[in-house]
């Protein structure tokens, strides 16, 4: 887990905007999904080809947050990536051709093959019978054509969205950005999501409080979810 914390400066200037920090100070549990991303093998598991080692610092606090979550009746949704390949392409060339190192290329797709085991669910957290499950094939799950996920959110009645899972500065925040502009209220849980570095992380957290939803961590966020009859 990263520990860190938004700088005061940004803080300050949160505040001299727009003359409160966060945003929220209730959310309906029944309007509410944690939307849990890449928390699977292939980002997770040591050795893997795209590893996030403070991945697995957060493993514990994402099972401590949705047991609790579960309680309120929020929606548990848990979002993998992968993409379809054949002998001559994957259904993401422009990643996989100039982002990934040809060293790695193979094992990387190989790893994000539909149904393969790096794009389980990391087998250290507790997925429950209830929760959901949905796959996407770019860095927001949000984007046209990525993932069935904004149809979930709709047939469930989500408004409120939580971000966990990794990286923060990647998946987690491109999914949290466009969540926001399509007007969803969203905020990233802190202490539940994990980047490359403790530079990355504080940085996609400072921009998304100033400009694309709130950030709090699982303490605040359970507060916020208690406080729904003071909406």
Not at 146 to 172: D, F, M, Q, W, Y
């Amino acid at each position: 887990m990263h520990g860190i914390g938004i700088r005061q400066e940004i803080v300050d200037r949160v505040l001299a905007r727009r003359g409160r920090f966060h945003l929220f100070d209730s959310l309906d549990p029944a309007e509410t999904a944690l939307v849990v991303i890449d928390m699977q093998a292939t980002f997770v598991e040591p050795g893997s080809p795209a590893e996030v080692p403070a991945s697995r610092g957060i493993v514990a606090p994402i099972n401590a947050l949705t047991r609790e979550l579960r309680k309120l009746g929020v929606t548990v949704i848990w979002v993998n990536h992968a993409n379809a390949h054949n002998s001559r392409a994957s259904d993401w060339n422009m990643f996989f051709d100039n982002f990934v190192a040809a060293d790695v290329r193979q094992r990387t797709i190989e790893s994000l093959a539909p149904d393969g085991e790096g794009q389980q669910v990391w087998r250290d957290l507790e997925v429950d019978g209830d929760d959901l499950k949905v796959i996407k094939n770019r860095y927001s799950a949000l984007i046209p054509g990525s993932s069935p996920l904004e149809r979930v959110l709709r047939s469930h009645g989500i408004r409120n969205l939580l971000i966990a899972g990794t990286k923060t500065n990647v998946c987690c925040e491109a999914t949290g950005r466009d969540a926001m502009m399509m007007d969803y209220r969203t905020v990233m849980v802190s202490d539940c999501l994990a980047a490359l570095s403790d530079d990355e992380h504080r940085a996609s957290l400072e921009t998304f409080i100033q400009q694309f939803g709130d950030v709090m961590a699982s303490a605040e966020v359970l507060a916020v979810l208690h406080n729904k009859g003071n909406a």
